[in-house]
C-alpha cells in the first residue's frame, strides 16, 4: 500500500486491447434473434445500421480486439483517467475500509461514453461513412458521439428526448458546441416521429421512441450509419478499457479489491469496470465480489425476468435475451437519466443467470445522499448514476465500520454532476420524492413481452 | 521534444513554495492606501477582514512561501494538473507553432479558483474563524470557496448577483451541494443589500453590491472573515503553482515557451502561470513574450488609466493603484463574467507600468469562435474566460503559418465551459453581439476616480 492519493498513468499504459469477456465464459451467449423470423440474426441484417468491424465485435469469441492507433491517438486526450483513493471519504465515514474511484469524468464529454463513441465514429469514417445519427436521454450518450464525429470528421444528429431538450439545455448546448445537429424528439423528420406527435402534439418523448426516428433515419439515408451508447456486445468490449487500467493502477497501490462496485443502466460502465476483473478471478488471480447498483425505479435485475424483449419501446429493434421490465415499462422520471432503460445489456444479463455478479437496488433519496458526502469530501461532484455505486459503497463502508473489516472497495465514477445539479438541489432542499414501484406495473409491462 | 500529448506528474512533484515576483522586482510596487488618510494601510486595519498569515503574505517580500503540508494535501485532490499538446488543435490551424495548454479546468469547482480557495480556508479554519463570507459572479469563486470550506469544516455564505443567481442556477446549486448558503445579492440580510433593495427592489444587483454585502457581514459578525478570489498579493501568490508546474511540465516536452499567454480579469489566472516563467526571464534562463488577454467590453489594461481607485462600487475597500476604468464602470454583459472587473491587479498593474508584459483587448464573438475550435479539436469546451486567452492563441498561430514559425505556444485553459453553454448556443446561432465600447463611458467612469 503506498501513501498516494492518485495514481496516474502516462499514456504509453492506455491499453493495446479490450478484453472480450465472452471468450471466457463457460456457456456462450445466447444469440440476438430476428423478429421476423425468430431465427438468429445473420450479420448482413445489421449493415444497413453498423459498420463491418462493429458487426463482427458484436458477435466475436476472440478474447483480445486490438485497439487501432487512430483510437488509442483520440483516448490520449483523456486516458488514462486516475484512479483516486477516497482518503477523505473514508475518514468522512470513520471507517476501516479502503475506498478507491476510477475517474470516469475528466473525459470530454465528461462520463465513460467516449470510450466506445470514438472507436464507433473511428469504424464508419474507415468504412466511408459520412454520418452517424443517435438518440440520447440526459444527453451523456450524444454528447459523446458528437465529440467522437468532430475528430473524424462525420456529421453527427441526434435526437433527444423532448423533455431532456427542454429541461437540459446544457448537454444539448454541449453537443451544438462539437457540431452535431440536435432535435427535440418526437420530431416531424421522420415518420415515427411524425406519428407520434399527430398522436400527442406536446409529447414529451421517450428513448424508444427517439432510437426508432435515429434507426429509421440510419436506414432512409445513404451514407449514414446508427450508432448505440450501452447495451450490445461491442460497447462493452469498448468500456474494458476502464478495468484494464484500474487493475495497473490498484497494483501501483498495492491492493486486490474484495469488491467491485458499478451503476447498471444498459451496463456499458459496469462491465467496462468488472469485466477485466471478473477475468482475474476467473483465473484464480483475485477473488472480489462483483456487485451492480440498479435504481429502484428500473430495477431489471432484481425485479424483471429472463427473457427474449424489444430494446425499443415500439418493438422495431431485433429481440434481445435480457433481464427485463417489458419494453413497454415506463421507469419514472429519477434523476438519474443514463439508468432509466427496461431492459439490461443481454451479455450482462447471461452474466448474472450464471451467478458470475451480485445485484441491489437503490432508492435516489439515499444516491443523492452518497453523492452530497462524496462532493463534500473529494470533490467532485458526482453524476446521479455514479452516486448509485456511491451508496452502496458507502454502505459497505459503513458495515465495515460495525465489523471492523479492512475491505478494499472499488468503484468508478463514471461522470460528473455538472448537468444534474438541479437533482441535488431538490435533494437537498428535501423535493425529492422516493417512488414505490408496485409489482402490478411490472406486471403490466412484462404481460407485453412478445412471444417466441 | 517528445511524442507525448499529456505530461501528468505525480503528487509528489506539487510544488513545495509559492512564488512571490515581489522579491524580484527592480522597484516595490505602491502600497495600499487608506480611503480615510490616504496613508499606507497598516496590518491592524485588515484584521476584521482577513487572517493574519494572508495579511502577512500580502505585505511579503520573500521570493518564497512554503505551502502547508495540509494545503498540499488537499491539492492531490486534482494537482499536479496536466500540461497537454494541443496536436490537434495544431492539425486545424495548419500552424508551424507548438500549442501547449495548462488544464485547470479539472479541479473539483471547475477552475483555478480553489488553488487559493484552499489555502485561505486553510488560514482561517487555523486561526479559528468559523466562517468565511465572500461575493460571486458567475460563481466560479464562490464554488471554489465552498469546496474549500467544506474541506476545514468552515461555513460559508455566498453573495451571489441576482443576475447570476437567476441566471446560472448550475453554479448555485453547486456551491449549496458543497454546503454553502447562498444568498441572491442585494439580499434584506445586510443594510446596504437593504438600501439596494429600497432603491430598486428589481435589482438585478453587480459585483460591487455584492461585495459590500459579504465585507459588511464579516465586520458585524464575530468569528467571520471574507475571502477574496483575485486582484490581492496574496491571491495571484497562491495561484503560481499553475506556473510552477508547468516550467517542469514543459521541460519534459523539451520546450521552452517563446511566448505565454493568458486571459486576465482580476489577473489570478494569467500571474499564476505567467509569473513563474517571469522570474525565470528576469534571471535569463528563458526569454518568452509575455502576453495578457482582456474582453473589448472591459479593457482595463490597454484603455483603463494607472491610479488609485476602490475596489469595489460602493467605494467601501481601501484605496489600491491599478490599471482602471473607474469603480463605477459596469461593463457589457459579456458571457465572460470572471472578466467583467472595472480594475486590474495592482501588482499586474506594477510590472505592466514597468513593461514586463504585453496586453491586448478581444471581442467575445472571436473569443467563442477559438473556444469552439478548441473543443472540436481539443475536446474539452473552455470558459469564456479561458477562450480570450485561446483566441489569441489562435491569432498567433495564424500568424505563424504565414511567416512559417514554429514558436512555442503556452496558455493556461483556467476552467472548463459547462456552465456557461447558453453563451456558445448564442454564439452558434449567430445571436451573439460585439458591442462596442465608446470613449466617453470610460471617461465618465473616470471622472469618479477617488482624488488623494
Known sequence: MTEATRILLDESRIPHNWYNIVADLPVPPPPILHPATSRPVEPDDLMPLFPVELIDQEASAERFVLIPASVRDVYRLWRPTPLIRARRLERALGTPARIYYKYEGGSPSGSHKPNTAVPQAYYNARQGVGKLVTETGAGQWGSALAFACAQYGLECEVWMVRASYDGKPGRRSLMRAYGATVHPSPSPLTAYGAEALAHDPDS????????????????????????????????????????????????????????????????????????????????????????????AACPSLTRGVYAYDFGDAAGLTPLLKMHTLGHGFIPDPIHAGGLRYHGMSPLLSHLYELGMFEAVAMEQNDCFEAGSRFARSEGVVPAPEAAHALAEVVAEALRCRETGEEKVLLTAVCGHGHFDLDGYDRYLSGRLEDLSLPQDRIDTALAGLPSL
Open 204 to 295: 414529451p418523448g421517450s428513448l424508444g421512441i427517439a432510437i426508432s426516428e435515429a434507426v429509421e433515419t440510419a436506414r432512409a439515408e445513404p451514407g449514414t450509419r446508427y450508432a448505440l451508447g450501452s447495451l450490445l456486445n461491442h460497447v462493452l468490449l469498448h468500456q474494458t478499457v476502464i478495468g484494464e487500467e484500474a487493475i495497473e493502477q490498484m497494483a501501483a497501490f498495492g491492493e486486490a479489491p474484495d469488491m467491485v462496485v458499478g451503476c447498471t443502466g444498459g451496463g456499458s460502465n459496469f462491465a467496462g469496470l468488472a469485466f477485466p476483473f471478473l477475468r482475474e478471478k476467473l483465473a484464480g488471480r483475485m477473488a472480489p465480489v462483483i456487485r451492480a447498483v440498479e435504481p
